[in-house]
């Protein structure tokens, strides 16, 4: 996938939304509640209803845009602009791109981005969620293949996640990765 074909495919908030609902009913969803896997989708409110203890689950829930107020569309074009051009590493740059008025929303997103990088539970998310050819997510899941095998990727990984990752995060990155080298 290119910037042209993710316009095409994404041309608005409500196709983003569309892919997200479908992509977390793959991966099916479960409640945080009972377990059970079974909802209903309620339309109006963008929610899944259990259909055994009426607990909801929001479409955010769970993923990196949890408890974010910023729209699909401006995630799905931030994680867009972030993979396709890998250079984008300034937020002011993200933010030109994006034509947002707020540099200290982009500049979250794109630290929520990144730290997702190297955190299984929001990687297999923003894999199949956001499924870019040369992603970073993919690239993440095949470092982390090569983890398991020697010492040396190990210390690459680890130097990758510590620049990708804020501080606070390394003991989940480290839980995650099943490994008890970062320092
Ligand atoms: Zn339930």
């Not at 909802?39 to 929610?47: E, F, G, I, P, S």
């Not at 998310?125 to 982390?144: C, H, I, M, N, P």
């Amino acid at each position: 996938m290119n910037i042209l074909s993710f316009m095409e495919e994404f041309p608005t908030g409500s196709a983003c939304k569309a892919h997200f609902k479908d992509q977390r009913e793959k991966e099916g969803v479960i409640c945080k509640k009972c377990s059970s896997s079974s909802h209903y989708w309620l339309k109006a409110k963008d929610q899944w209803q259990c259909k055994t203890c009426d607990f909801r689950t929001t479409l955010k829930s769970g993923s990196i845009m949890e408890g974010s107020k910023v729209d699909f569309h401006t995630w799905y074009k931030a994680m867009a602009f972030m993979t396709f051009s890998k250079k984008t590493n300034s937020a002011s740059e993200l933010q030109r791109q994006l034509n947002h008025p707020k540099y200290d929303t982009i500049w979250r997103l794109m630290h929520k981005i990144r730290s997702a990088i190297g955190k299984r539970y929001a990687l297999y998310q923003l894999e199949r969620v956001v499924e870019f050819d040369e992603g970073y997510f993919e690239k993440a899941t095949s470092e982390k293949i090569k983890l398991k095998r020697g010492r040396g990727s190990q210390r690459q990984m680890n130097v990758a996640v510590m620049a990708a990752t804020p501080l606070e995060d390394l003991d989940t990155v480290r839980r995650a990765l099943n490994v008890d080298t970062l320092r």
